[in-house]
């Protein structure tokens, strides 16, 4: 009986600790993360890194960025090739994407033929256009590192109670 609490509560402590998230405002690395999260070309992301180290960006504003970026990815449904995507989307994407700059007081262009996207703020230019090739970010963020862990240490503790039960 006491094996069972034990083991109880252990599980109960492991969950907890692997499910905590701190919360804080949004940021420019939210920022960031958030587009390389939705598979955005790692030009555009790079450009958007630029803009974002030159320019000063309050967390509500940060915040309404991520929204927009939701709000883009949602429309793309899935599409990540610019070719791809129906007229209606590149529209709505692209309407989202003025939103967030307009929010950060910049105005966006993007020239179709050659799929660039230009940020303009005070004067300087911020121009991302893709290569031929490119190579999109894979693998696990850390949250799921840490989920993956959480779940082998449970079945390790599981294994030791078993162990234990039938040594005994």
Do not use: R
Request: charged fraction near 20%; charge should be positive; proline fraction near 1%.
């Amino acid at each position: 009986m006491k094996i069972k609490k034990i083991s109880a509560l252990v599980l109960s402590l492991m969950l907890v600790f692997a499910m905590s998230i701190s919360a804080f405002a949004a940021s420019k690395d939210d920022i960031i993360s958030k587009l390389q999260s939705a598979g955005v070309a790692t030009e555009y992301v790079n450009a958007a890194k630029q803009f974002l180290a030159d320019n000063t960006v309050s967390d509500a504003d940060a915040a309404y960025v991520i929204a927009k970026i939701d709000a883009a990815t949602a429309t793309a449904n899935g599409v990540k090739d610019i070719a791809s995507l129906t007229a209606d989307q590149k529209s709505a994407i692209m309407a989202d994407i003025k939103d967030a700059a307009a929010k950060l007081g910049a105005t966006v262009s993007f020239d179709a033929s050659t799929n660039t996207i230009t940020a303009v703020k005070d004067g300087k230019s911020y121009v991302a256009a893709p290569s031929a090739k490119v190579v999109k970010d894979t693998g696990f963020t850390t949250a799921a590192t840490v989920g993956v862990v959480a779940v082998l240490a449970m079945g390790l503790v599981v294994c030791a109670f078993v162990s234990k039960k039938k040594v005994a």
